[in-house]
């Protein structure tokens, strides 16, 4: 990493071995309506400290050129054995100057660089949604010199090159449903790159002073030997290690939550969604999932008497939560619950606190709405002071019920356009109000995770993005984690009219035991290409028998680590099953999540294998599947560890000379099978 003190380029980003490099030009704002470029003539090192995840935290700053009283910050966050920064710029004013969209549109340019010398170039898009399986997939397309050579902009949010020197990447922290942009890499045709921003990045006539400075996204840069595809190897151990202090996000927990359940009793036994919510009922799944190898135990909704105030509903749990968290503690379970962020209970504490903190559309309130069988809710906005009150509630649920884990539901990219919260005022269009929210939320929820997170280290947020229109991308991953897929598609995604001649077919397809369910689940293990699978949770069921029982089970290892279903009409057999399995797992699950998986075969084909070895320490799991009988074999490409292998039955493993494992299963039906190294 070096400052440049002249030319077009502000820093340079080399690899350790100096074959491979970017150089980054500096940002381009509009302020007052003309576009500054910010190179200060030289900056200087004004503070650096270690952060908690190991990496250093390096701050330079510079008076920008020809711009009194104008300067910049360059953050960077780095480890000196890794290629893999983080960084984002801070500009503040001395004297009075505003950001401005002259032409009515964005007009700031975060950074811009050369892939000349990067022949091969590669798009990495995080946040299409599949419909197909109702969940969002990863896609990687290739960069041709004829994007180039057209000018085209490509949404990202990374954007890799390799050439004879080595690879690089560029990727933004940010997110949206793909195709909806809110930055762009533009292209031109002597293979030069600026991100720019396309729509609510600032406000028109937004102050710039030094009580208002104005700070970027965050963004990465790596450069490194070798291809992309290996670079993504060290990218995945960044988001795994370097991009959050909230390390407890990345920890392989085994998490159990009630939403399946409810949602049976609603669908197949004529009940409601919150009949088995009750403290009876609760403590029988308690001992179940302590027995299966259960970690995190989450109530889904229901809990709470009213959205906002998050109190227990003392109906249904005449001890509040104390028993429940008495029984978990016994068994060294952490207690998980279900909140909705941007809903407040029309009676609720909360909304006669910050009324004027609600959601507008077009002038109305948007409210009330019914939420899951309990009290109608108005939509609260989270740029608005409405979301430190909504932190201080998660933080009281820590303190008073020892709460680790929040699960974040129905919160959606838009939906405010009010004038008199943090996203523009009466001054600005509703459009350009509704699109500053929608760049802004994601940002005010990573703020509300790191005000919990720093009040309470072990907390966890998952994200539930089990539908589109949502903020995905990189963003909220430098905060928390993804809750990726529930029950999967509905039977509208495959145009059924759904229902039934009986009225009572569950909307959803994919809730019954056997290999449907994983193997789309397992469609995407994608991510854990670029991001860890840990940070993508996702469902499986232990249902009996003993076939679907494996075959979730390998599933769910392979880093998904998520169970619901009913856990009381679980066989005692398959419960001891779900233990022992977990229990072996727990021994390699740190080098599960550690290891870039290997992928061999369709999802779905035969055979369809995961390798999941740790390359530094031969530990981990190999899964295979198959659909249709047959002898299968597998060779690793990692050596394993010498000591004999945990496996499922019918499965030989023996090493070749170099230590690999040699794996040949004998499938007499459509099955999986597991072996696990290390235990």
């Known amino acids: 990493m070096t400052i440049l003190p002249g030319g077009a380029a502000l820093w340079r980003l080399t690899s350790a071995e100096g074959q491979a490099g970017l150089s980054f030009t500096p940002p381009v704002l509009e302020l007052d309506g003309q576009a500054v470029t910010l190179k200060p003539l030289v900056m200087a090192k004004a503070s650096e400290h270690t952060l908690g995840n190991g990496f250093t935290e390096t701050h330079f700053t510079g008076a920008v050129a020809g711009q009194a009283g104008l300067e910049l910050d360059l953050?960077?966050?780095?480890?000196?054995?890794?290629?893999?920064?983080?960084f984002c710029y801070r500009v503040r004013s001395l004297q009075p100057r505003s950001l401005t969209r002259s032409a009515g549109r964005d007009a700031i340019e975060y950074l811009g660089f050369s892939l000349q010398g990067y022949p091969a170039c590669r798009e990495v898009r995080l946040s299409e949604f599949d419909e197909s399986i109702h969940s969002f997939r990863p896609v990687e397309s290739d960069v041709a010199n004829r994007h180039f050579e057209n000018n085209i902009s490509i949404l990202g949010p990374l954007l890799a090159g390799e050439g004879e020197g080595g690879a690089c990447l560029v990727a933004y922290e940010h997110g949206a449903q793909a195709p909806d942009a809110f930055l762009r890499f533009e292209l031109t045709a002597d293979r030069s790159v600026a991100l720019r921003a396309v729509k609510g990045n600032c406000d028109h006539g937004q102050p710039l002073s030094p009580k208002h400075p104005f700070e970027t996204i965050w963004f990465m840069a790596a450069v490194a030997p070798g291809n992309i595809d290996k670079l993504a190897g060290a990218f995945r151990t960044f988001m795994l290690q370097g991009q959050t202090n909230n390390l407890a996000s990345r920890r392989p927990y085994i998490f159990y939550n009630t939403w399946c359940y409810q949602e049976r009793n609603k669908w197949w036994n004529d009940q409601k969604f919150l009949t088995s919510m009750n403290q009876d009922r609760m403590r029988a799944e308690i001992e179940v999932a302590g027995r299966m190898g259960i970690d995190v135990f989450v109530l889904d909704t229901g809990w709470y008497s009213?959205?906002?105030?998050?109190?227990?509903?003392r109906v249904n749990f005449p001890d509040g939560l104390e028993l429940v968290q008495a029984e978990l503690n016994r068994r060294n379970m952490k207690l998980g619950l279900w909140l909705g962020p941007t809903l407040a209970a029309v009676s609720s504490r909360i909304l006669k606190q910050h009324p004027g903190c609600r959601m507008t559309a077009a002038g109305k309130f948007l409210g009330p709405l019914e939420?899951?069988?309990?009290?109608?809710?108005?939509?609260?906005?989270?740029?608005?002071?409405?979301?430190?009150?909504?932190?201080?509630?998660?933080?009281?649920?820590?303190?008073?019920?020892?709460?680790?884990?929040?699960?974040?539901?129905?919160?959606?990219?838009?939906?405010?356009?009010?004038?008199?919260?943090?996203?523009?005022?009466a001054s600005h269009s509703p459009q350009d109000r509704a699109d500053r929210y929608a760049f802004e939320m994601g940002r005010y929820m990573i703020k509300v995770v790191n005000k919990v997170c720093a009040a309470c280290p072990e907390a966890i947020v998952d994200f539930d993005i089990t539908e589109g229109g949502r903020f995905v991308g990189l963003g909220f991953l430098a905060a928390g984690k993804y809750f990726l897929i529930?029950?999967?598609?509905?039977?509208?995604?495959?145009?059924?009219?759904?229902?039934?001649?009986?009225?009572?077919?569950?909307?959803?397809?994919?809730?019954?035991?056997?290999?449907?369910?994983?193997?789309?689940?397992?469609?995407?293990?994608?991510?854990?290409?670029?991001i860890p699978a840990v940070l993508f949770l996702?469902?499986?069921?232990?249902?009996?028998?003993?076939?679907?029982?494996?075959?979730?089970?390998?599933?769910?290892?392979?880093?998904?680590?998520g169970i619901w279903g009913d856990l009381a009409a679980l066989s005692e057999d398959g419960v001891q099953r779900f233990g022992d399995v977990l229990g072996l797992y727990k021994q390699v699950r740190e080098d599960v999540t550690a290891a870039h998986p290997v992928r061999s075969g369709l999802c779905g084909g035969s055979p369809e294998v995961h390798e999941k070895i740790n390359g530094a320490?031969?530990?981990?799991?190999?899964?295979?599947?198959a659909a249709v009988a047959g002898s299968y074999t597998y060779v690793t490409q990692h050596p394993v560890v010498a000591s004999n292998p945990w496996h499922t039955d019918g499965v030989i493993v023996i090493r070749d000379a170099t230590d690999r494992a040699i794996v040949t299963v004998e499938f007499t039906k459509p099955a999986a099978a597991i072996v696990l190294f290390g235990v």
């Open 617 to 625: 320490t031969g530990r981990g799991a190999v899964c295979l599947f």
């Open 75 to 86: 953050i960077v966050q780095h480890r000196a054995d890794h290629p893999v920064v983080r």
């Open 486 to 530: 529930n029950n999967g598609p509905y039977y509208s995604n495959l145009d059924h009219p759904g229902g039934g001649p009986t009225g009572k077919l569950w909307s959803n397809v994919f809730v019954y035991p056997g290999p449907a369910r994983p193997r789309l689940c397992r469609a995407t293990l994608d991510f854990d290409k670029w």
């Open 538 to 561: 996702t469902h499986y069921l232990p249902d009996d028998p003993a076939e679907s029982q494996i075959i979730n089970l390998a599933s769910l290892i392979l880093g998904h680590n």
């Open 306 to 313: 009213k959205t906002g105030d998050w109190e227990v509903n």
């Open 371 to 425: 939420v899951w069988e309990t009290e109608e809710s108005y939509c609260m906005c989270l740029v608005s002071p409405y979301w430190e009150a909504f932190a201080d509630e998660m933080i009281r649920l820590n303190k008073e019920f020892g709460v680790t884990y929040f699960k974040w539901d129905a919160v959606g990219q838009y939906g405010c356009d009010n004038p008199n919260h943090w996203h523009g005022d």
